[in-house]
């Protein structure tokens, strides 16, 4: 956020070189901090989920190569041209004045070695001593601090007697004001907003990136879970108050969010200590910070920076999970390079949203097929042979073999010696990927509709209606039965070539039933709807005279069924003369309400176990107490204890958990006015080749459909 307000600044001295820099910068504070505050408060904090991880981690990359190479300039010693232009000229122009390079490097380097060889060494004691990890974590910590005192130290001894500029042997700090000296109202003005207006997207965006990104991260370590909308709330009130003591936009830190961490901070009340300090430092130090060089503080910067790149091993995990955004990762690294921090933010953010406007708009479905597969347990297959665990199979059938369905052509990296087989001649199963609304509605359907007139034939081969008439305003042919018409054939379909006979798809089955799996899609809209209607549109006149039938299974959402309710599926369609109700065999999923499989039984059955045991052992101490006393005492004893204990005995018998299961009741999980909606693909499938078996039982007399 440092570098972001840094090239706002110079952008405005350069077109305003009368309002001062701290004015901007405070500016800039206020109108973002106003923003993310309302975005906050209208609880839109969801909008930061639109930034991915290879979005963020390039921009964390980017700009730690930028910052690095500016710094380098300072830790060398070297002057003659600005460290603020794109990081690929800043390097050359650090290698065209190498040789200025004065003492600074001496200091320089020297601190970034130590600096390094301090982290090596605690971490290698760390790893030698565990039972004093923290204590070395601690120091590690604390070598910038060590550091800078000592390089400030030396630095002392050298310049005390060159305090004038000119004199001094290598460039130090210098005056530093003491106190809040730009403690004031903020000036906003449409002035100084014009200056930075191009540049407030980029501004929030690294903001909101920088503080989410540090609250998640350390949420998932320390097991809490975050309000996006409430981080964006104290990100807004934080730069809408500080400017008024002359602060710049603010955001999280992840170097000082893992010291905290790492020492054992909780709560917030630990950014009251960290101010308390800054203001004794700002107020009692400043004359120390007069003698600090400036190649240590740029050590320090790099050093700290340096481990916001991502490592080649990170990048390589990004590559296995998901190669085109290690592409996105590198563009963004790229674009900030050779152009700016701001237009590699927006690289990033723009193609990841390109990419994933593009997986819903090209979402592909899939066709399902059945295959039978069997459960192992050890080493052996239940259900086969001798290796048959018959209590297993009787507590739970389909524990030993049941139906699965895997895509035809194994797209989900399924084994692909295994071939699963056409669920039923005429009857296709197609699985929803990415949702179903009006983007990829279109791209579904037509992939539904090529398959299915690649792998089906015409009812009607000369079903082909002529124009202005309707596909179902067909004669009869009296010779076979045959349903003929004089037609024109579509415009787009060529049929055979002249002087050849059209290709034979006898072979083929025709269009019976289309089961769609919705467990993907969580809402529909007006147009996706519509393009369902229009395709069933489509595949009934595919169908002629015959109709098709539509189940639909695994809907999750009740908007979502409602929708298709709406628009009339979930119930079949008339075909001819007969009767719905006496054509359709109608097969409902039901669930067992208060049997012996449910919850409320199980409960009761272990209460029932627990009273009985200690039934049995008051009997057995009542026994026992009683062996000294008179037989006839004994015996009324014993008629009372038995009376009692055949007493919960009965109840125990009348209870739902030992009862046989003929009083279960059941109740259906679709409304029965909508047979076509189901629970799984299992049911769709049964009511679909049940409903296709069942209809030469009321096809028309004397109409040959040659259906397959």
Not at 454 to 483: C, H, I, Q, W, Y
Request: glycine content about 8%; aromatic content about 10%; some cysteine.
């Amino acid at each position: 956020m440092s570098t972001v307000t840094g090239n706002v600044v110079d952008k405005a001295h350069d077109l305003r070189p009368d309002i001062p820099g701290h004015v901007v910068a405070s500016a800039l504070a206020v109108i973002a901090g106003a923003i993310i505050c309302f975005l906050g408060l209208i609880r839109a904090g969801r909008i930061v989920d639109f930034i991915s991880l290879a979005a963020i981690s390039a921009f964390m990359t980017g700009s730690a190569i930028n910052i690095s190479v500016g710094q380098v300039p300072a830790l060398m010693g070297i002057t003659g041209f600005s460290n603020r232009e794109s990081t690929y000229k800043v390097v050359i122009n650090i290698l065209k004045h190498l040789g200025r390079t004065k003492r600074d490097a001496a200091m320089g380097l020297t601190a970034l070695a130590f600096l390094y060889l301090i982290r090596f060494f605690c971490g290698f004691a760390a790893r030698r001593m565990p039972h004093r990890s923290k204590m070395f974590f601690f120091l590690s910590t604390l070598r910038t601090a060590f550091i800078i005192l000592l390089y400030t130290l030396i630095s002392w001894l050298v310049n005390r007697h060159h305090r004038k500029k000119k004199q001094r042997l290598f460039a130090i700090l210098g005056d530093v004001p003491r106190g809040f000296k730009n403690a004031a109202a903020p000036t906003v003005t449409k002035t100084v907003i014009k200056l930075f207006a191009d540049e407030l997207p980029a501004s929030i965006i690294v903001l909101l990136i920088e503080h989410i990104a540090i609250a998640k991260s350390f949420g998932r370590v320390n097991n809490y879970t975050i309000d996006p909308s409430q981080e964006m709330v104290a990100i807004g009130v934080t730069n809408l108050l500080g400017p008024f003591l002359g602060a710049y936009p603010a955001t999280g830190s992840f170097s000082r969010t893992a010291i905290k961490s790492k020492a054992g901070v909780r709560t917030p009340f630990a950014g009251v200590i960290t101010a308390i300090v800054v203001l004794l430092a700002i107020y009692a130090l400043p004359a120390v910070f007069f003698y600090i060089p400036n190649s240590v503080l740029s050590a320090v910067i790099i050093h700290a920076v340096g481990d916001l790149i991502t490592p080649p091993n990170t990048v390589y995990q990004f590559w296995r999970v998901s190669p085109l955004e290690v592409i996105i990762f590198f563009a963004g690294v790229i674009v900030t390079i050779f152009s700016s921090i701001e237009n590699g933010i927006y690289t990033t953010i723009s193609v990841s949203a390109a990419m994933l406007l593009f997986r819903v708009l090209y979402a592909r479905g899939r066709f399902m097929g059945k295959v039978k597969i069997h459960s192992v347990v050890g080493d052996h297959v239940l259900g086969e042979g001798k290796f048959s665990d018959a209590r297993l199979e009787s507590r739970d059938p389909e524990r030993s073999t049941r139906n699965i369905f895997l895509p035809l052509e194994h797209g989900d990296g399924s084994n692909p010696d295994i071939q699963p087989e056409s669920p039923y001649p005429g009857i296709f199963i197609y699985r929803f990927s990415e949702g179903y609304n009006y983007p990829n509605a279109n791209h579904y359907l037509d992939h539904l509709v090529a398959t299915i007139f690649k792998e089906t034939r015409r009812t009607n081969p000369n079903s082909f209606a002529k124009l202005g008439v309707s596909g179902s305003n067909t004669e009869t042919s009296k010779d076979d039965g045959m349903l003929t018409s004089n037609q024109d054939r579509p415009w787009n379909d060529p049929g055979p070539r002249r002087g050849r006979a059209e290709e034979d798809h006898s072979h083929r089955p025709t269009l019976k039933a289309i089961i769609l799996d919705f467990s993907s899609v969580n809402n529909v809209d007006i147009t996706s709807v519509q393009h369902l209607i229009d395709v069933r549109n489509q595949l009934d006149r595919y169908a002629a005279p015959d109709k098709v039938d539509w189940h639909l299974a695994c809907i999750n959402n009740r908007w979502t069924k409602r929708a298709l309710a709406s628009a009339g599926f979930g119930y079949p369609t008339p075909t001819g003369e007969a009767n719905v109700r006496e054509r359709w065999k109608p097969i409902f999923s039901v669930a067992e309400i208060g049997g012996q499989d449910s919850a409320a039984v199980a409960a009761e059955y272990r209460e029932n176990e627990r009273e009985l045991k200690r039934q049995r052992t008051r009997d057995s101490k009542g026994s026992l107490s009683q062996g000294g006393a008179h037989d006839g005492e004994t015996i009324g004893q014993d008629d009372t204890t038995s009376s009692d204990t055949s007493d919960f005995a009965q109840n125990i018998a009348a209870s739902k958990a030992y009862a046989s299961g003929t009083g279960t009741r059941v109740v259906v999980v679709h409304g029965l006015n909508r047979p076509l909606f189901h629970v799984d693909l299992t049911s769709a499938l049964q009511s679909a080749i049940a409903n296709v078996e069942r209809r030469p039982e009321y096809e028309p007399k004397g109409v040959g459909t040659n259906t397959v």
